[in-house]
Structures are given as structure tokens and as C-alpha cells.
């Protein structure tokens, strides 16, 4: 019978309204397991926790805490931006990991993140072996950009493509209801630096001809002032009204973000961010029209409120399976989300290769793009619109979503020796 | 037996997620006397659709597509930003009303919107009675900005409050898990240009020491800096992030609006609008922080997916009591939401004069914010809390709400004499 071990789970990158879910799938698989796994730790501040040898000791939370994962935002044990240099820059790094794993007998690997943590993964899971200390390490797929590759679609991505539609839909009524006398043109801000997923998620809001959005603006495709232009102002004339999503990233042919357009404060200091004042400002200059706009930031990948029902079950089901892989010998490797059919939506778990994961982005394939570069196709809205099915509303109390605090125990050091980050 | 006569409805001002409740309140209250009551008749486009003889037939609109009103956000019928002038300025305008509704004789005015309606209202019933037109006029109380006298609350900004309160909170717990490594300070922009009531419904989320939002900036408290910057560094050190709610209307001591702070595109042109990049800029420069913001703007009023069960009901029955008070003969009334009791909640329908009602705006009272002018007092929790209680989930199809759009089937013009706005 294979030896117990301990296990150690963290959080990676930009947190989603579901990667609690697939903590949530991991804990809750671990202590079904408890002859093969014995403790499972998380990483305080993701992979931070492990170089500063801070664990959290998630045995010390209940069974209702961690169900409560499952419907609570953010990254319940801290998430971390720090990005592991390579084997070669910085060997101490990745040696002070394996060293912590080994003071805490730890067998298992969990890292939940994106393409930079599959790297990591794939890195600390080569040099465990390299350095002859048995380790599994397991990548569970997360990021809200749905740029990881083999995997059908990332988890955290069909929330945020559900509330950026449901958002767009309903800004849409509302402009719609007021042109006559009020703003023409809406433009609403949603992320995706170098992939237009998100911006894409906007379109499934116009089912039907005339709808809103009427126009994207992806950073796959260079942004033309004067086709922009000409494209408003031919769809307020049309519809009375026109609404934009744009993502943050949209450049210029040149590679410039339109977002660091050289906005400045009265004092000629760089204003910062946002590419949706840059856009309605040139609307107003160009067209003259009454303008709006909103940048949802945050709030999109933190909108647990408006989840999608199969983002929690994909993202749920990784975590589960990131386990049910360790414990079935695999290593290096990622449970992704295989699409079986789209009409109906069928999926089921599939392993992927971490080498094959690693720094590999997946951007929106142009035949996802009309031809004129300002919408979806149908065959784009085929791959989206079973990712934001079905609703997964939290429990609520006072009238707002009831998310869970864990308790985050800190398990005694056994090393003690500081790690300077 | 009184005459039967036919009755006009307009929405007035910004849209609600919920001013459509009161619209099918209006109409399913009208369909049920019709003995009194012939044909609604709503206004293409709010009020201009009376001045211009743009009147809809709700009775083409069938049971099921009324009742859907219910949960669909924005103005169904059209909503305008106009207001109508002095009587003594434009005695024309009020004259043409009367000439539109005697032409399809209407005996019944009722019109939804806020503080500038109201006195439309008031005024319409007036030169009527002046005139000799026998026409009751009622109001309907609509307003995000909660700032209408006399009610207790105005439908549409429990769903607001509902909105920014889960939104923060979402956005708070995301900004603490990823601190550590990333964004320390977030920024959310919300609306209300003169009084503070959305930003106040921010502090919600707030329900036990320490959680988000930590700041919030009312703008009836004048923005002080010095004050403001030592909060957030304050706040930054003991919690680790800082979460701010701001108002699109804070203001200096001079009176001058912060979202006016002269930013200015690369060419020298104002960039208008947008509190929150300001005060994120602000807090970048004097404290070096990484931040983030975002500007909820029309997403927060059009948001009807997480509307407010409370509001709903009151938008709903403000609706259905305006034409009850019409058939009992008022004249120049609102129904008002009256308050018996906080806890439990418990509250019914009255009547305010509108001459009482027009052309006063409700600020929050001071003690509803805390000495140091940075949240909410226990006071003001006790009056918000209320409002945002319940959910009341829209229907969904294909991941997405399922909001109705009505024909909108144009009454054949009686006068057809054009009327130049």
C-alpha cells in the first residue's frame, strides 16, 4: 500500500468568482482519502506560503466551511502575483519549495492558476525528481482570460463571460429606453490584456438582430479610428443608439494600448487605466454624441453573485480530479475540460500534459471574429454559449451573498529559517 | 356612475432596474377597472410622446408580456431627459399636454419619474384645473438617488443599493486575497450627484469590523486630501488592502466637483467624468500604492438580475396604488412608501401632496454618517438595510435574463399637428 503523505494546495494570479470551487474540490476529495492523503495544507498567499514556510492547516476548517468555498469569491487562503524565475536565474527558489515540502512530508502538489503556474508546476515537479524527492504535482486550471491551451475552457472564464453579458444586455435596455434624449453611445470596459475572450462573452448578449453590443473591439484586432468611427455613427443612425464593449487591451496596429494614450491630470501626471474613457472621448470628439461608460474591473471576475452554474461544476470537477490524479500516480499533468458536443453541451475530465500547457496562450481564433473585426460569429457563439448555462445564486442573508471567512490556522514551522522573497 | 375615459402614463428621467414594475403595476391595476378606465395609453419616449402625439396602445401588449415588465429593467415605453419649463416660460408646452389629452381623452395623468416630474405633475394639474380640463394627476415616485421627500424610500434605489452592496463586497474580498503581491487600494465609483445614498449602501457590505468597504466619500462631507490619504494609509496598514466607495458627486470645500480635476488627453482635450481614476491617481502619487477602480455607471441602475425583492414590491405597489388613488378622485398626489416599523420590517402605501413633493431633495441626514465623515452610522444601517432585503431573480434563457421588449403599437394621431420641442 502506497505511503500517506501530506498535501499542499495554492492559489495563483488573479483570483476568480470560482477558484474557491476548485479548492473546494480538492479539500473535500483529500478527506475522502484520508488513508493516502493526511494533511492538506494551503499556501498563505499562494506559493508565498510555501517559500516563507506559512501553511495554513485547512483540517482545522469544517465540513460546512469548505462546502461554502463552493459559492464564495476570491482566493480563500490568499492568492499570490509572483512569478517563479526560471531553474537557471533563481535555483534557491525552487529548492527552498522542495525543502518545505520536505520538512512537512509533503507528496502532493496542488497549484491552481494560469499559464505562468503550469510553468512552475511543470518546473517544480522536474526538479523534485531531478533532486530525487518523490513529489506529484498537479496543475488545476484557473484564470478568467480562458487562454490556457488543450484544456476546452478555463474556470473562472464562464462566470465572467455570464456577467459581462447579462451586464451589457442590461446596460443595453436601459441606453435603448433614454436615446431619444439622453446617451447615444455606451462603452463598457472588461479585461483580457492580450485575448479577447471576455470582450467576445459581451456578444452573446445580442441574440437577435440590433441588439446590444453592437460593437467589440478585440485586442486581436488592430484598432482603426476612422472604421470605428464610421461604424458608431452608422449604427446610431441605424438604431438610435450604440453600445461597445472593448477589452482593456485593444491596441493600435503599431502595438500601443489604447489605454496608455497619454491621458494626463492637470498636473501632467499619466492617468492610468482605462481604455473606456479613451474611446468615449472620441466618440464625443469625433461624432459630437452624448456618451457613457463603465469599467467593471474587479467586479467582473469577483461577481460569485452571477456565476455560471457550469463554470462551478467545471471548476469544481478539476479540483476533484487534480486529486484523483495524484492519487492515481500521475504527475506533471492538468485535468482539463474536454468538450464531448456543444448542442447539447456535453463534457467530461481529460489530463493534459503540463509540458505541453506551459507558456503556450490561447487567443480567439479569427474565424471567431466577423470578418469586418467588430463581432462575434456563429460558430463563436457556439463554442461560448454553453459556458455560461445554468445559474448557481449564493445563499444570501441581510440581502447580500453570504461568503465564508475560513479560520486559516498556521501550521507550526518546522524549518523556522527565513526565506528572503 | 363616474365616465369612463382613457389614461396616459410616462416615464420620466434615468431608468431603474424596477421603474418597469411600476409600469406593470400601473397597467394590470388599469386593467382591472376597466369600467372606469378604457384605454393606457403610455408615451413613446416619456413626456415627449404627449407633446408629440406619440402615443403607445398597451392594450395591443398581451397579459404575459405585461407581467414580464416585472422583471425587465430600463424604461419600456422610452424614458426622456426633458424637462418641461416655467409656466410662465413656456406656458405652450403645458397647453399642448392639455390639447393631446383632450384629443384622446384622457382623464387619467400618471407619471413616473423623480423630483423635476413631480413638479411637472403638480404643474399639468394645475393649468388643467385652470383650463377647465377635468384631469387627475398623479406621480409615481422613480428614483435611483433616494432623494424624494416625504417617502420613506424612492423604488429603484433598493436595487441600486442592492447592486453596489453585493459588488463591493465581491470586489473586498478579492482585493484582500491577492494584497499580499498585488493591488492594495480599490476604488468604486458609484452614482449620486448630490446626495449620498448609493455610496452610502456601499457601507452594507460592511457588516463586521474590518470588512470592506473601509472608506467611503459622500458628497455632502467635502473631500479633504490630507485626511482622506492618512485614512488609507492607516487603513492599508492595519488590514493589508483598502477598499473605498466613492460618489460621482464628491466635491471640494469650494464646491468643486472632483471628477472636473482637469484630466486632459494627450491633445489637450478635457477628459470628462469619472471620480474614481482621480482619487485612485491621488492615492498612487502620495502613497505609491498599486491600485485599481472601477465605474459601475448605467450597470449598477439597468442591474435587475440582483434586484432587490423589497423594491420590486414597492415599485410595484406605488404603481398599482397611483391608479386606486386616481379612481378614489386624488388629484396632485404620489403615493409615498411609509415605514411602521424596521424591525421587522414593515411598511404600506400613503398619499403625499405633491406640492409638498416637488422641488425638494432629501440628503442624508448627518447622523447617518459617522463623525469622521468616512461611513455609515448604525442609524443609517437600521434605515438601508431594509431596502435591499429579498431576491428576486428575473427568469433565464440560454445563461442570459430574459427581458421582454413590448410592440409599442402607435395610436393613429387625432391631431396630427406637429409640435416643435
Known amino acids: 500500500m502506497a505511503k500517506k503523505r501530506n498535501a499542499f494546495y495554492a492559489q495563483s494570479g488573479g483570483v476568480t468568482a470560482v477558484i474557491n470551487a476548485s479548492a473546494?474540490?480538492?479539500?473535500?476529495?483529500?478527506?475522502?482519502?484520508?488513508?493516502?492523503?493526511?494533511?492538506?495544507?494551503?499556501?498563505?498567499?499562494?506559493?508565498?506560503?510555501?517559500?516563507?514556510?506559512?501553511?495554513?492547516?485547512?483540517?482545522?476548517?469544517?465540513?460546512?466551511?469548505?462546502?461554502?468555498?463552493?459559492?464564495?469569491?476570491?482566493?480563500?487562503?490568499?492568492?499570490?502575483?509572483?512569478?517563479?524565475?526560471?531553474?537557471?536565474?533563481?535555483?534557491?527558489?525552487?529548492?527552498?519549495?522542495?525543502?518545505?515540502?520536505?520538512?512537512?512530508?509533503?507528496?502532493?502538489?496542488?497549484?491552481?492558476?494560469?499559464?505562468?503556474?503550469?510553468?512552475?508546476?511543470?518546473?517544480?515537479?522536474?526538479?523534485?525528481?531531478?533532486?530525487?524527492?518523490?513529489?506529484?504535482?498537479?496543475?488545476?486550471?484557473?484564470?478568467?482570460?480562458?487562454d490556457l491551451p488543450i484544456t476546452d475552457c478555463c474556470p473562472g472564464f464562464g462566470s465572467v463571460a455570464k456577467y459581462v453579458a447579462t451586464s451589457i444586455r442590461e446596460a443595453g435596455f436601459d441606453v435603448e429606453s433614454m436615446a431619444r434624449t439622453s446617451t447615444k453611445v455606451f462603452v463598457?470596459?472588461?479585461?483580457?490584456?492580450?485575448a479577447g475572450w471576455i470582450t467576445a462573452a459581451c456578444g452573446l448578449a445580442s441574440e437577435a438582430e440590433g441588439e446590444a453590443p453592437h460593437i467589440l473591439l478585440f485586442p486581436e484586432i488592430p484598432f482603426d479610428q476612422d472604421r470605428f468611427i464610421a461604424k458608431v455613427e452608422a449604427t446610431v443612425k441605424r438604431a438610435g443608439y450604440c453600445v461597445i464593449g472593448v477589452s482593456e487591451g485593444l491596441q493600435t496596429a503599431d502595438g500601443k494600448f489604447l489605454s496608455d494614450a497619454g491621458l494626463r491630470d492637470a498636473f501632467g501626471h499619466a492617468q492610468l487605466g482605462g481604455v473606456a474613457p479613451v474611446i468615449a472621448n472620441l466618440v464625443r470628439e469625433k461624432l459630437k454624441l452624448k456618451y457613457h461608460w463603465a469599467v467593471a474591473d474587479y467586479l467582473q471576475r469577483a461577481a460569485r453573485h452571477i456565476a455560471s452554474k457550469t463554470d462551478v461544476a467545471q471548476a469544481y470537477a478539476v479540483g476533484k480530479a487534480a486529486v484523483e490524479l495524484a492519487l492515481k500516480g500521475h504527475n506533471a499533468v492538468m485535468p482539463a475540460i474536454v468538450r464531448k458536443s456543444s448542442k447539447p453541451y456535453k463534457w467530461s475530465i481529460g489530463v493534459a500534459d503540463l509540458a505541453k500547457v506551459a507558456n503556450v496562450e490561447k487567443k480567439m481564433p479569427r474565424d471567431f471574429i466577423t470578418t469586418d473585426g467588430f463581432h462575434i460569429t456563429a460558430k463563436c457563439r457556439t463554442y461560448l454559449s454553453p459556458l455560461i448555462q445554468g445559474e448557481d445564486f449564493p445563499p444570501f442573508r441581510n440581502g447580500l451573498p453570504r461568503y465564508v471567512r475560513l479560520k486559516n490556522v498556521a501550521v507550526p514551522k518546522k524549518l523556522g529559517t527565513p526565506f528572503k522573497l
Open 188 to 194: 463598457l470596459e472588461v479585461m483580457g490584456r492580450h
Open 24 to 146: 473546494c474540490g480538492v479539500i473535500e476529495t483529500a478527506r475522502k482519502h484520508k488513508d493516502r492523503i493526511g494533511k492538506l495544507y494551503a499556501g498563505r498567499n499562494g506559493i508565498l506560503g510555501a517559500l516563507e514556510e506559512d501553511l495554513i492547516d485547512t483540517s482545522k476548517e469544517s465540513a460546512a466551511a469548505i462546502a461554502a468555498l463552493r459559492h464564495t469569491p476570491s482566493g480563500a487562503f490568499g492568492s499570490a502575483r509572483y512569478k517563479l524565475k526560471s531553474l537557471e536565474a533563481n535555483r534557491a527558489e525552487y529548492e527552498r519549495l522542495i525543502e518545505v515540502f520536505k520538512a512537512h512530508d509533503i507528496g502532493y502538489f496542488f497549484y491552481n492558476g494560469g499559464g505562468d503556474s503550469a510553468d512552475t508546476c511543470l518546473k517544480v515537479s522536474q526538479l523534485s525528481g531531478a533532486m530525487g524527492y518523490p513529489l506529484q504535482a498537479i496543475h488545476v486550471p484557473k484564470t478568467v482570460d480562458n
